[in-house]
Nanobody, 123 residues
Framework: QVQLVESGGGLVQPGGSLRLSCAASGSILSINVMGWYRQAPGRQRELVAAITSGGSTNYADSVKGRFTISRDNAKNTVYLQMNSLKPEDTAVYYC?????????????????WGQGTQVTVSS
């Protein structure tokens, strides 16, 4: 069984910073892409940032220059450093991982999501 557990959300004032973490656990062989998505009330879930196992990154235009995604492959963990936060960054942030894992003696591919962590930017 594969699990993604997020941490680090909370309430922060505009201009402040937060760091999100997401650790994947289970019988994981490898993780290709890890990413962060967010969903604000009444809006669709959107990609915030993604990173490959080789370190290539991709960011939404709205967060470029403010957010930084990184990962520790040895720990199967992805991070999102969020600086200069704005009220419009308020959302539930979800971690996602595209990975290969063992189910018994079978090697399978899967796309997994974390439970989500709330980020609120407000004065």
């Amino acid at each position: 069984q594969v699990q993604l557990v997020e941490s680090g959300g909370g309430l922060v004032q505009p201009g402040g910073s937060l760091r999100l973490s997401c650790a994947a656990s289970g019988s994981i062989l490898s993780i290709n892409v890890m990413g962060w998505y967010r969903q604000a009330p009444g809006r669709q879930r959107e990609l915030v940032a993604a990173i490959t196992s080789g370190g290539s990154t991709n960011y939404a235009d709205s967060v470029k220059g403010r957010f930084t995604i990184s990962r520790d492959n040895a720990k199967n963990t992805v991070y999102l450093q969020m600086n200069s936060l704005k009220p419009e960054d308020t959302a539930v942030y979800y971690c996602n991982a595209a990975l290969r894992y063992y189910s018994g003696s079978y090697l399978r591919r899967g796309d997994y999501w974390g439970q989500g962590t709330q980020v609120t930017v407000s004065s």
